[in-house]
């Protein structure tokens, strides 16, 4: 069995005519660390908190570790929260904040100050347990969050957005922490994020939702290398793929400018009666090398440079083809300036194709 099971879960809040969470169903298994991802109001922090037991279920079972929780209370569902905005008492000091649940516990007082030094220890708080959240920094402030959740040693670790309050550097540095800490513990953790970044960079399994459904559930290569539809493939990577309507006549693709490339025969196979669809190409996976250029002509498009990001150890290019907008990755190398034409190679082995009408891929 799994350790925690989302059996056909529902949310629909009163009065309204539609469900927030639609046929939520997930197994994760323990140890794991599962992020749910998507843009704001797809449902992930509603699915936290049902979990969490601060949102009531409308249809369907939840358990935790073999136990069905629908009506437990949050306090007795063994999790603890991190929440986006630290939730730290501002009278206390970093040692009372995160010995406050045991507290309350009513845990003896060595067993407490035991727990309180070893996650201070381990989360490099050791210096700062005697001041109060308003002399630490935004980091520090986190890590304390943190300390209040660890020390408890609960069944599953819930995370709602806890660094999106962060600066970009302090980002990087707790995503990694909260992943060493995760290793180091091995709890059981739910994280919820609308960054693709985070969710590629930490998961072990991401959860994909829109509009309250789950599209894709997989491994972070799972999704890059195979997004089961438009929408994953357009939120997972960065920058985001590309898309073109094109139409495939014998081996070539015609795309909404005219702009024809090969196709070998194997993919001409793989679509089939699939003639009008929706082609991907990520941004990284072109080539404006001369040997590219030169080995594969017929794979080579050439458009104008309508902007240009110069990023130091890439550049990323925007132009249009027809209607679609496009974004390349290419090495910083490049002498191609803005209104130059640039010819980069498609790698259309790499690429994705998906159907026009439903958004499915195809393969």
Known sequence: MSYVDFNGIHKQYENADFYS????????????????????????????????????????????????????????????????NYALYPHMTVADNIS??????????????????????VLGLTEYLKRKPKDLSGGQRQRVALGRAIVRNPKVFLMDEP????????????????????????????????????????????????????QQVGTPMDLYNKPQNLFVAGFIGAPQMNFFNVTLAGSELTF????????????????????????????????????????????????????????????????????????????SRMTEGLGDKLSFMVDINKCHFFNRETEQRIF
């Open 21 to 84: 969470v639609t046929d939520f169903n997930l197994q994760i298994e323990k140890g794991e660390f599962i992020v749910f991802v998507g843009p704001s109001g797809c449902g992930k922090s509603t699915t936290l908190r049902m979990l969490a037991g601060l949102e009531e279920i409308s249809k369907g079972e939840l358990s935790i570790d073999g136990t069905v929780v629908n009506d437990v209370h949050p306090k007795d569902r063994d999790i603890a929260m991190v929440f986006q």
């Open 100 to 121: 406050f649940g045991l507290k309350i516990a009513k845990m003896p007082k060595d067993e407490i100050a035991e727990k309180v030094k070893w996650a201070a220890d």
């Open 163 to 214: 660094l999106s309050n962060l600066d970009a550097k302090l980002r990087v540095s707790m995503r990694n922490e909260i992943t060493k800490l995760h290793r180091d513990l091995d709890a059981t953790t739910v994280y919820v994020t609308h960054d693709q970044v985070e969710a590629m960079t930490m998961a072990d399994r991401i959860v994909v939702l829109k509009d309250g459904i789950i």
């Open 256 to 331: 909404e400018d005219g702009t024809k490339i090969a196709v070998p025969e194997g993919i001409t196979k793989q679509l089939g009666e699939n003639k009008d669809v929706v082609l991907g190409i990520r941004p990284e996976h072109v080539s404006i090398d001369k040997v590219a250029l030169d080995s594969f002509p017929n794979q080579v498009m050439s458009e104008e440079i309508i902007n240009l990001e110069r990023m130091g150890n890439e550049n990323h290019v925007f132009m249009k083809v027809g209607s679609s907008d496009v974004i390349l990755k290419v090495p």
